[in-house]
């Protein structure tokens, strides 16, 4: 009976390891795209989005040492790839609004000014 259990446990925990395995190679061939390209943005989402996915199921199937560091791994991830990289488009996206807010008052200011002469 106990080496059945080790059995099933080793089985278990090379599974979990193969899955994390993929899923870093699967990370650092996102990370090789350009970030300006929607299909990359849509891929980045996409691959974030199952590897939450991954992490919360493997949480529910018993957290083990290797759950946790896989958990944390997504976690920094996210802190250090994903938010910064939303952030910088957000800011990118704003200055281009703002480029725009400016560009029509200028428009309007200089229609006024030809209208009073």
């Known amino acids: ?6 059995t099933l446990l080793t089985y278990a925990n090379a599974d979990e ?7 870093v190679k699967h ?3 996102t990370q090789l795209s350009t ?4 299909s990359s943005t849509e891929s980045r989402h996409d691959s974030t989005s199952r590897l939450l996915e991954t992490a919360e199921k493997m949480i529910k199937n018993g957290v083990t040492p ?16 994903v938010l910064p ?4 488009e ?11 807010c400016a560009r ?6 200089r229609l006024r000014a030809d209208t009073e002469t």
Do not use: C, K, P, W
């Open 85 to 88: 990289a939303i952030l910088e």
């Open 17 to 23: 390891t193969s899955l994390m395995q993929d899923r």
């Open 35 to 38: 970030y300006g390209d929607v």
């Open 90 to 100: 957000h800011q990118e996206d704003q200055n281009y609004i703002d480029e725009l």
């Open 66 to 81: 290797d759950v946790i560091i896989f958990v944390d791994a997504i976690v920094a991830e996210i802190n250090d790839v």
């Open 104 to 109: 029509f008052t200028a428009a309007v200011d």
């Open 1 to 6: 009976m106990r080496t059945l259990i080790a």
């Open 27 to 29: 990370m650092a061939s």
